[in-house]
């Protein structure tokens, strides 16, 4: 009786020893953007690039330090607003994630990289521009797409050098992105040259532009500069045909380079006037752009926008660091992050020592028939 009771307790903890080996160690990724709000479109589109990463990771059974990772996502809402932004990112803080993708916007990013530094938690941005993201010198923010300043420069050299403008207009809509952006088109329109006629402000929120318009048409400018987003730019878009300003050419950066942009402005014709720029290569010449996009489209139809191949990048970054350092702790796999050189889908991604992208890539994009197509 003895003997069979040992047996039985054996089996028991040969039992247990077998569940806990074959229970996974969960890891969180947080991840925050706008998924409310005019900008949800873009949100969704991040947060699919991230959740797409995890069950790809999860698929290839990743182990960490020899422990089999579950990999699960924490999705928060910001709203593209500052406060719910910071708000979100001392949530993951407190919530104890691994490391952080995001935010969508500068405005939110800016201010929610300080609280993710005072807790010691790495994030990597896919999507936010402004150029002060980096300035502070926080060890653990990062940013895996070209800044505003090559964009905005980028734009204003096609717009002298290839379009021979001489007149440009410039609206922002006084957001960190909007602003960053405008200023470094001005600033290198400036000096290659061209004459800014105008300056006009709007808000993140705005939907009619009549005022603004009509006085930019009358200092009959050759092209508008738009820095913002495209809830805003295709409203803006409908009312310059309507104003009659059909042969005004339109630029703007990554906000406004999107899928969702020509029905956001009904139609308008002033669609075929846009040339935009984003950071990164164009899905076509990223290194695994087009397989990466159809396997997107099978998963999440007609969603894609912008940055998802950026956020998915940006999850096998934070993963491949944890992986160097066989840990999942912050403290720990962070300091690996500045050593990177991982072959993503958008490019081979190593960081400066501020931690952004070395040797980024532009994209200039035109719209046909409503449609996007590379320039570059």
Known sequence: MQMKLKLT??????TLAGAASAQDMVV???HVAPLSGSQAHYGKDNENGVRMAIEDLN?????IGGKKVKFEIVAEDDAADPKQGTAAAQKLCDSKVSGVV????SGTTIPASKIYNDCGLPMITGAATNPNLTKPGYKNVFRIIANDNALG??????ASDALKLKTVAVIDDRTAYGQGVAEVFKKTALSKGMTVVDEQFTTDKATDFMAILTAVKAKNPDAIFFGGMDPQAGPMLRQMEQLGMSNVKYFGG???CTSEIAKLAAGAKTVGNIVCAEGGASLAKMPGGDAWMKRYEAKYPKQFQVYSPYTYDATFVLVDAM??????DPKVYGP???KTNFKGVTTTIAFEPSGELKNPAITLYVYKDGKKSALN
């Open 102 to 105: 995001g935010h969508l916007n």
């Open 28 to 30: 969180k990724i947080g």
């Open 153 to 158: 420069a980028g734009l204003a050299f096609y």
């Open 254 to 256: 990554d906000g406004i």
């Open 336 to 338: 690996e992050l500045m």
């Open 9 to 14: 307790v054996v089996a028991a903890l040969a």
């Open 323 to 328: 992986k160097r350092a066989n840990s999942t």
């Open 59 to 63: 698929a290839a059974g990743t182990t």
